[in-house]
């Protein structure tokens, strides 16, 4: 999923001259925040944060939140229902769009965030923080999880590649 | 959201290009909503993309996927024989009846771009022409809504049913305000009245020639596609996932909807994006308000203590963006406070 125009360059150089790192520890990637501390699906825009031995926490990044609209409802599978990578674990609706919110791995639902479910204005006010979504049980090493981007370079230069894909397409603002 | 039953068999290589054009006519409540459903589950196992049209052939309410029960006045439409529905895809409580022909337009998923604003303002561009071509100065807004200069005359909802999207709209030729706004659980009448104005000055039906309008929808959906438009039917795994859905869709389950957060207590009601109305309480402090592109448009004031003020507090507080209304009301003391805190309930972006 890497940008043509970006692919192969270090984070820094992809990130181009407009980026720099914020606050909290997240780079700002032509205006939009991204936390390098995690992977991420590329085509979802779900990211996977390790949280434990075996446990993974999951979130939607700021230029997906943006892409959906605002954010009127969050629902979800209940705790103890099993995850597929490329299935729903929940929905989301914004601008009356109803669409899956599609987990980027296999393992069990352990946790939803009830906050996050009770006001999802969370996900897009701190959506690498409070406004991830569920908790997941995973096997394997939660660190290198099958599908996902993981090298912080390739993440950003994926990044800016969409960043400048919506802008171009008038999905986000230039 | 998964099917009761397997999806449609893939589409044979003379399907690919084909644009489905599936007239339903006239159908009973439950199969306005179920037939389109089962076409969506058609599209996601290999079907073509499809066009369709259904005419409720008798009054009912449909509520969004994600949309408390409890936003419809359920003794109401019990009385008035109304059955109430709820849909896969998103919005609000919705009256429909034969005054109203809907389409839906659906297509694979992986033809749409993942971006859903994107995706609602490619599959609504056609719908939009199609007015035109009808005769009605018809544009997409700002706020994503097929209008007439300031009025709606469309409503829209979309979803991703499996591995289909479907968008799906109407067209209003008759609109019954009244019993749109009647149909709603609003408590308080103040409230009541303001949505009833509202919905009117913002809600407007386009009496065109139905027929005209299909064929104008079915060439800009297929120009817009570049697909070759064809009558079709439901084949026969969709009739069966059909039955499903009839079954599915008159359960209690269904109608309760899905597992959500509690959300606040505010009772608001949007009328088009943009548009709303909100009844809120804090303490003893009450508030009734109308907002129109996020400023107060009218608003009645209750708190004790506020006694004289009232009035001067209501028109202190008509055409104030909200964000600065705390600000406005911070000079009428602490009844103002108690307002403030009420008025804080209103968040018009998540209606």
Not at chain 1, 34 to 61: E, S
Not at chain 2, 104 to 126: E, N, Y
Not at chain 2, 275 to 302: C, I, N, Y
């Amino acid at each position: 999923m890497s940008h043509p125009h970006h692919a192969g360059l270090p984070a820094q150089a992809a990130a181009g001259a407009e980026s720099g790192r914020g606050a909290g520890g997240l780079l700002r990637i032509l205006g939009y925040p991204l936390a390098l501390d995690r992977q991420y699906q590329p085509d979802t825009h779900m990211w996977v944060l390790p949280a434990g031995p075996g446990l993974v926490r999951i979130g939607m990044d700021a230029l997906g939140i943006e892409t959906s609209g605002t954010l009127a409802q969050l629902s979800f599978r209940a705790a103890g229902t099993g995850l597929a990578a490329g299935r729903p674990f929940g929905e989301l609706e914004a601008a009356k769009f109803v669409g899956p919110l599609v987990s980027p791995v296999t393992g069990t639902l352990v946790t939803v965030n009830e906050a996050v479910a009770a006001d999802p204005g969370l996900a897009e006010q701190d959506p690498f923080g409070a406004g991830w979504l569920i908790e997941a049980a995973v096997a394997g090493a939660a660190h290198d999880l099958p599908g996902l981007l993981a090298d912080p370079d390739e993440i950003t230069a994926w990044f800016a590649g969409k960043v400048e894909e919506y802008r171009l397409s008038g999905v986000i603002a230039q | 959201m998964t099917s009761g039953r397997g999806a449609a068999a893939p589409a044979t290589p003379a399907s690919v290009g084909l644009l489905r054009v599936i007239d339903f006519g006239q159908v009973t409540p439950l199969r306005s909503q179920t037939l389109w459903h089962a076409v969506s589950y058609g599209v996601s196992g290999g079907q073509p993309a499809t066009l369709s049209f259904a005419r409720p052939s008798a009054p009912y309410v449909c509520v969004g996927y994600h949309r408390d029960l409890a936003e419809v006045d359920r003794d109401y439409c019990l009385a008035e024989g109304l059955p109430v529905y709820r849909r896969m895809v998103g919005g609000g409580p919705v009256y429909l009846d034969d005054g109203q022909l809907f389409f839906q337009i659906c297509l694979p998923a992986a033809a749409v771009p993942v971006a859903r604003l994107d995706a609602l303002r490619l599959l609504l561009a056609p719908a939009v022409a199609a007015f035109r071509s009808a005769g009605v100065a018809a544009r997409l807004d700002e706020d994503g809504e097929i209008c007439a200069g300031d009025r709606k005359i469309c409503g829209h909802g979309a979803g991703q049913i499996e591995d289909a999207v479907v968008v799906c709209g109407n067209l209003i030729e008759r609109f019954d305000h009244e019993r749109a706004t009647r149909v709603l659980a609003v408590a308080d009448p103040a409230q009541r009245a303001e949505t009833l104005r509202l919905m009117r000055r913002y809600v407007a039906p386009t009496p065109v020639d139905a027929a005209a309008f299909q064929a104008a929808m079915t060439r800009a959906y297929a120009q817009a596609l570049g697909l070759d438009a064809a009558p079709g039917k439901l084949t026969a795994t969709e009739e069966l996932c059909l039955a499903d859905l009839d079954d599915r869709f008159t359960s209690a389950d269904w109608l309760d909807g899905p597992r959500r957060a509690s959300r606040q207590a505010a009772r608001q009601v949007k009328v088009r994006a943009g548009v709303w109305t909100v009844a809120a309480q804090a303490g003893p402090a009450k508030v009734v308000a109308s907002v129109v592109a996020g400023t107060v448009h009218r608003a009645w004031l209750t708190a004790p203590g506020l006694n004289g003020d009232t009035a001067a507090a209501e028109r202190a507080v008509t055409g104030v963006p909200l964000p600065e209304v705390p600000g406005v009301l911070a000079r009428f003391g602490e009844p103002g406070r108690q307002l403030a805190a009420a008025f804080a309930g209103a968040d018009g972006k998540r209606i």
